[in-house]
């Protein structure tokens, strides 16, 4: 049973695409693609010996040999040019996948959606995005088991088209989130909210330490965009 994660994912992966999936481990994504037909082939990436083994396992006891292309390397190394045309990370850091696409952009220019899914710091990737030329066209969250994702589906396109004068928010928070406003969305904010909140004021105790000043005023614009990104009041 694909996770309901990984499910959002593939949810967004154009019918008939030519996908790669960077960091695939089991590779449950692309063979989940596979056997329900949404895709032509896919390349599953991994720079660790022991989920590559567990990829080619798995593509081979699925009988999926054909369509999946199992391939050791680091990021977008593992593509050649032309190969894909759309490209799925999931379940790391918003950074490392932001570093990801960085070090690999001459690989995109055949790639015309990316569907990504960061744990963390999915601001990293909007920043990226916005950098790059894509346009992020719409975000997803889920909880699974207690803990919560987010969805980036871009595509080329005006990469500035989803933000407005409260970007800052936007780059945080997600401007689709903000304007669907779901349970789980609200919930993860205001986890975030108190967590920020409890830090901010332990520092403030071990007030009179200059050093902590920086840090206070970073927290404090946090929880700032924050509070006006679910509406709540001062
Ligand atoms: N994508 C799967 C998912 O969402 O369930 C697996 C996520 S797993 C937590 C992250 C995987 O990314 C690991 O197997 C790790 O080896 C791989 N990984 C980390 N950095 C990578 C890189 N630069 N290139 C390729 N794979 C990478």
Not at 27 to 55: D, F, M, N, R, T
């Amino acid at each position: 049973k694909l996770s309901v994660r990984l499910k959002t994912v593939a949810k967004y992966v154009p019918n008939g695409a030519r996908i790669a999936d960077i960091g695939s481990d089991h590779a449950y994504l692309p063979c989940y693609l596979a056997k329900h037909q949404k895709i032509e082939s896919a390349i599953a990436g991994e720079v660790v010996e022991g989920p590559y083994q567990s990829a080619v396992r798995n593509v081979k006891a699925e009988g999926l040999t054909e369509m999946i292309e199992v391939r050791m390397g680091d990021g977008l190394e593992v593509i050649h040019p032309g190969e894909v045309d759309c490209i799925t990370i999931a379940g790391m850091g918003g950074t490392l996948i932001a570093n990801i696409l960085e070090d690999g952009k001459e690989k995109l220019s055949t790639v015309n959606r990316l569907i990504l899914q960061p744990n963390i710091s999915a601001i990293s990737i909007r920043k990226w995005l916005l950098e790059n030329g894509w346009e992020l066209i719409n975000e997803e969250i889920v909880e699974e088991d207690g803990k919560i994702y987010e969805i980036l589906v871009a595509e080329k396109g005006d990469p500035k088209r989803p933000y407005d004068n409260t970007i800052d928010i936007q780059l945080l928070m997600g401007p689709f989130l903000l304007k669907k406003q779901d349970e789980v969305f609200k919930k993860k904010w205001l986890l975030e909210l108190k967590n920020w909140q409890r830090i901010n004021k332990q520092l403030e105790q071990a007030a009179q330490k200059p050093e902590t000043i920086p840090k206070r005023r970073e927290l404090e614009y946090k929880i700032k965009l924050v509070k006006e990104g679910l509406h709540l009041e001062e």
